[in-house]
Every structure is written in C-alpha cells, then in structure tokens.
T-cell receptor
Framework: KAGVTQTPRYLIKTRGQQVTLSCSPISGHRSVSWYQQTPGQGLQFLFEYFSETQRNKGNFPGRFSGRQFSNSRSEMNVSTLELGDSALYLC????????????FGQGTRLTVV | AQTVTQSQPEMSVQEAETVTLSCTYDTSESDYYLFWYKQPPSRQMILVIRQEAYKQQNATENRFSVNFQKAAKSFSLKISDSQLGDAAMYFCAYRNRGSEKLVFGKGTKLTVNP
C-alpha cells in the first residue's frame, strides 16, 4: 500500500512568485491536512480537507490556500511568496475526519530567495 | 486554544538504557487524543504511540510506553532499551476528538550514544 506522496520534494522560488504543492493521500483516505514546519515556529496547522470541503483552517494569511479534488488529492497554493514562507510543508492523510491516526508524507522543502 | 509544551529541547541516552521525554498540555476539553511522533532526518513524521484521553490505561507499543496523567495534563514517553535508530526529533501532539487538527509541541531532539 503506497504511503502519502508529496511532490515536489524540493522547491526554490523567488520572492513574489506563487507556488503549488501537491499531496496524494493513501488510497481510500478522504481527509487531508497540511502543516508548515519551521525552526522558529515549529509545526503549525494550515488547513484540513475532507470530501473536497475545507473543514478547518489555521491562523495563516489569505495568501495560503488549498483545495481537494474528488480523488482526495490535495493541493496547497501560496501566492506572493515571502522569505518567511521558507519551510517544510507536510501533508497528512487519514481515513476520515477524527480517525485515530494520521499518516504523514515526507514533505516539500520550500526555499524562498 | 490548546497548547502543548515540551520542556526538554534536547536529551541524550546511552544505547540499551531508558529515557523519558516530557510533555504537558493545556485544554478545556475532556475527550481528546495524545500522540508521540518521531521525525528522523528523513523528515517523515512517524507515529510512535497514541493515547485516548478516556482510557485510563497507559498505552504501550513494544519498547515505547507512556505515562498519562490526565488530571495533571502530563503525557511523557518512556523509551526502553534505546537503540541507535531511536535517534530523532520527538514531537508530542494533541488532537480533539472529531477533529484532524494536531497541535504540536516544539519537539525534543534525542541522541543515542553507542
């Protein structure tokens, strides 16, 4: 059974650009959550999607957005990139909202220069 | 809002010895889950152990066990017979029942010395 797949693994972007990150959950999983990990702020919740609907959103500016497709794959988008957006972005999938276990992907390392 | 605090930024242990990582949390909820995740240099978060708040019995997974003190809002992780492969960042996390949002502590970097 394939795990959670995040693409790309590494990304370098310039300030002001936008970026789209992708997450393919484990087959059959319908809930996808996103987290930002930085040395200073640690792991912070971005948003959660279930059955193509955003169920919860963290305290991030509107430049951060996401969506989920009918096959449960999810994308997150960051517009007008800032240096502070440099981080490891982690995606987690679970069978449904409130499942006891979430499985994480290996993350996308975004560097903004 | 819930918070999770890990007061030990770094810990070290000798191979085959036992180490305990500390975690405290704050919540006004009564029904929730607590987790310990391991993040090795490969960056992938791996679930080590989970505890359901309504279960009084402490969870155990092989060499890993927890000491869950609900009244004290404490959730420590004990690693027995430490192995070199246990070296990683360990994160304590909280989640309300019915939600997918995990609230993480800042992590504890565990070093295992041969």
């Amino acid at each position: 059974k394939a795990g959670v797949t995040q693409t790309p693994r590494y990304l370098i972007k310039t300030r002001g650009q936008q970026v789209t990150l992708s997450c393919s959950p484990i087959s059959g999983h319908r809930s996808v959550s996103w987290y930002q990990q930085t040395p200073g702020q640690g792991l912070q919740f971005l948003f959660e999607y279930f059955s193509e609907t955003q169920r919860n959103k963290g305290n991030f500016p509107g430049r951060f957005s996401g969506r989920q497709f009918s096959n449960s794959r999810s994308e997150m988008n960051v517009s007008t990139l800032e240096l502070g957006d440099s981080a490891l972005y982690l995606c987690a999938s679970s069978l449904r909202t409130g499942s006891t276990e979430a499985f994480f992907g290996q993350g996308t390392r975004l560097t903004v220069v | 809002a819930q918070t999770v605090t890990q007061s030990q930024p770094e810990m070290s242990v000798q191979e085959a010895e036992t180490v305990t990582l500390s975690c405290t949390y704050d919540t006004s909820e009564s029904d929730y889950y607590l987790f310990w995740y391991k993040q090795p240099p490969s960056r992938q978060m791996i679930l080590v152990i989970r505890q359901e708040a309504y279960k009084q019995q402490n969870a155990t997974e092989n060499r890993f066990s927890v000491n869950f003190q609900k009244a004290a809002k404490s959730f420590s992780l004990k690693i027995s017979d430490s192995q070199l492969g246990d070296a990683a960042m360990y994160f304590c996390a909280y989640r309300n029942r019915g939600s997918e949002k995990l609230v993480f502590g800042k992590g504890t970097k565990l070093t295992v010395n041969p």
